[in-house]
């Protein structure tokens, strides 16, 4: 994974809340069995629209997505992070993300942003009537700045450590493997097994 | 979630059984614990890039028995026996068949007795039991909770991470009390609970919690009915939802192809009976729920939580504080097509969608099909069954459930997600409007431009017969022939 440690881009104010998974990438778009390439999918109900913000100037440029409260609910699907990331999104600014989407996020490197909703409301008007503007988000300080608008984010501890650090965490948790083996000499019995296959008949 | 010894919450008991190594630090800063996975579960959407990531890096897949794949999301219902008619959903299928062959994954493939959606399958073969920890690349595996065990959706870098260790790293999660004391009364089922939990705490309010589900309601349900709360606490931004273990666990497990055996069943059990949040053990949360005063309940909107009882009207956007929540009614109700003040009742559908992996087991099967059993079906609408499992199916055909829901009208058709999500060829039309027992009303979700009404599988059955979103107390004096 790629380090990040700031990032700044054009802001996207998307007044919406509740933007589930398949809004931001339908799934017709999931039987692919890639892991990129998944840029034309993002918002894709949405894009056939002329006049959605990504559809104009110069949002449609932009990498850093400001939007409602409970983004990303619904699906497990982390296509919906590949799709923003394929897209060019660096990070998303929301006042609460759905939790399965935050996790996915920040294993893929995208910035998961949590700012209060009031701050949001001033950043979204900052991006309203100087399209264009850029938005930096810092892990470093856990700010995001806006214009003349600096807000504090949240982020947990770990994840703003192995983003800022690039780490892969299936090699973190291997480090452990000597844990993990010990752990399964412990477990009960009675624990059930898929195999050797059981069925009813 | 503590650590302490003293009293403990269901959650943190099945939490605390799995810690393979706990995270350093405290309060905010503390690392994430390392956590045992009892049992991961595959399907064809969520998989093909974490294989392919095991195959880049050269590892291998550490507990083939502990894993599980079948194939759902994308199969048909139709034709069965034919090729796939979609190439993309074809090559995904193909990909896990060779996936599962290469690394060694119990596979149960289209045409299979145990074929069906994932949720389904595992608790059928006895695979899912208490205290276990189960993770999907699906956020419906809440839907094992029911059994007291903790269970939820992971993206595909964490099923890759489960493939390769057996393990997450995860910080604890918080734990919310849903306390339901009474009785339901007629008509009222397991989905109007928590069509009225989430419409009560919101599509956020679960967030960062693992609920429990507690109260005599609660306990008086079957398993089918605790599967159908627990699958939807995704729906209220949980994580995951649990029941404790009872004897209806104990009686739904026994027997099972995977249920402990003998000695190793005694012991299964005495641990099962621990499995229950200690006196004293404390909530970060906790709401309450009166069972007698509950409605059948059905969606109006574009999120779960956009959902009111079956007898009242259409929201209007006034109705709202929240200037978000009168936006997104606004918004919903265009997309809807609805207007505000319109009876819920007057709403007319075009399909109705029986299953899903919130309301296709038997249960709901028998329960739709006591509605509808010689009565006659609205002539305007599409009725679609679309049992959970090939093993449902046949045990449905067994009971004779298929011929009626074939006389009366409705496609009984083969095991998978189907119209839940619209992978397959089961699709809406655009504007095209439908009464779903299914879990997510978002916008184009059952296909570009269909409206989804959320409903339980009574609603839905009634909903068929009168045309319009129904209780079964309204078609009580439609003729039935013998």
């Known amino acids: 994974m790629e380090k990040v440690v700031t990032h700044t881009g054009i802001g996207v104010p998307l007044r919406q809340s509740n933007i589930d998974t398949d809004q931001i ?34 949002y449609n440029k932009g990498s850093v997505l400001v939007a409602g409260p409970d983004f990303g609910t619904g699906s497990s699907r982390e296509h919906a992070v590949w799709a923003l990331k394929d897209y060019g999104f660096k990070a998303v600014i929301s006042a609460r993300f759905a939790d399965i989407f935050r996790g996915n996020s920040g294993k893929q490197g995208l910035v998961a942003a949590e700012v209060a909703q009031s ?72 624990k059930p097994q898929t195999l050797p296959a059981r069925t009813a008949d | 979630m503590s650590t302490m010894q003293s009293p403990q919450t269901l959650a943190e008991k099945v939490w605390n059984a799995h810690v393979v190594r706990h995270g350093e630090g405290e309060g905010e800063a503390r690392q994430p614990d390392l956590i045992y996975i009892d049992l991961h579960l595959l399907h064809e959407v969520t998989s093909p890039q974490a294989f392919e990531g095991l195959r880049l890096a050269g590892r291998k897949l550490r507990r083939p028995d502990l894993t599980i794949a079948t194939e759902d999301h994308n199969t048909p219902t139709l034709d069965i026996d034919k090729p796939i008619a979609d190439l993309t959903s074809r090559t995904q299928i193909f990909t896990l068949r060779d996936n599962c062959k290469e690394f060694g994954v119990r596979l149960h493939s289209l045409g299979d007795k145990e074929q069906g959606i ?61 306390n339901v004391e009474g009785t339901l009364k007629p008509g009222v089922t397991a989905k109007d609970i928590i069509l009225a939990v989430i419409a009560k705490i919101g599509t956020g309010g679960g967030q960062g919690y693992v609920l429990e589900y507690r109260g005599s309601a609660i306990r008086a349900l079957s398993m089918d009915a605790r599967m159908t709360i627990c699958n939807m606490s995704i729906e209220a931004g949980a994580r995951a939802g649990m029941i404790a273990p009872d004897e209806t666990t104990f009686e739904y497990v026994k027997g099972r192809p995977h249920a402990p055996e003998g000695d190793d069943w005694d012991a299964a059990v005495d641990y099962w009976k621990s499995l229950q949040s200690d006196e004293g053990a404390r909530f970060d949360n906790e709401v309450f729920l009166n069972a007698d005063e509950l409605e059948p309940f059905v969606t109006w909107g574009t999120n779960p939580g956009q959902g009111v009882s079956l007898s009242s009207n259409v929201p209007v956007p006034e109705d709202f504080e929240d200037e978000n929540d009168r936006k997104a009614c606004e918004r919903a109700l265009t997309y809807m097509g609805l207007t505000g003040g319109t009876p819920m009742k007057e709403i007319r559908v075009d399909t109705v969608f029986l299953g899903s992996c919130t309301n296709s087991r038997m249960e709901d099967l028998r329960a739709a099909a006591e509605i509808v059993k010689g009565r006659e079906k609205d002539p305007q609408i599409r009725m679609i069954v679309v049992p959970g499992s090939a093993r449902v199916r046949l045990e449905a055909e067994a009971e004779g459930l298929d011929k009626i829901f074939k006389d009366f009208g409705a496609e009984w058709r083969f095991a998978g997600c189907s119209m839940c999500l619209g992978m397959n060829p089961d699709q809406l039309a655009e504007g095209e409007r439908c009464a779903s027992t299914s879990n997510r009303n978002f916008e184009g979700r059952q296909g570009k431009g269909g409206r989804t009404h959320l409903v339980s599988p009574l609603v839905a059955a009634a909903t068929a017969i009168r045309g319009t979103l129904a209780s079964p107390s309204d078609i009580a004096n439609t003729p039935v022939s013998a």
């Open chain 1, 25 to 58: 990438i339908p799934a017709v778009y999931l039987k692919r069995i890639t892991r990129t390439g998944f840029e034309d999918a993002l918002f894709a109900g949405w894009r056939r629209d002329e006049n959605f913000i990504l559809n104009t100037e110069p």
């Open chain 1, 119 to 190: 701050d949001i409301e001033l950043i979204w008007k900052e991006l309203e009537n100087n399209p264009g503007t850029e938005v930096t988000v810092n892990l470093d300080a856990r700010t995001v700045q806006c214009g003349s608008i600096v807000a504090p984010f949240q982020i947990d501890d770990y994840t703003r450590w192995r983003l800022m650090e690039g780490l892969d965490d299936i090699g973190l948790t291997l480090k452990q493997e000597a844990d993990i083996t010990s752990f399964e000499a412990s477990r009960p019995a009675f």
């Open chain 2, 118 to 178: 994932v949720h389904v399958v595992g608790p059928q073969l006895g695979l899912t039991q208490p205290g276990m920890t189960v993770v999907c690349g699906d956020s419906h595996t809440s839907t094992h909770g029911a059994f007291g065990a903790l269970a939820f959706g992971i993206g595909t870098s964490e099923v890759e991470h489960v493939m390769a260790t057996q393990a997450l790293s995860l910080k604890p999660f918080k734990t919310m009390s849903i």
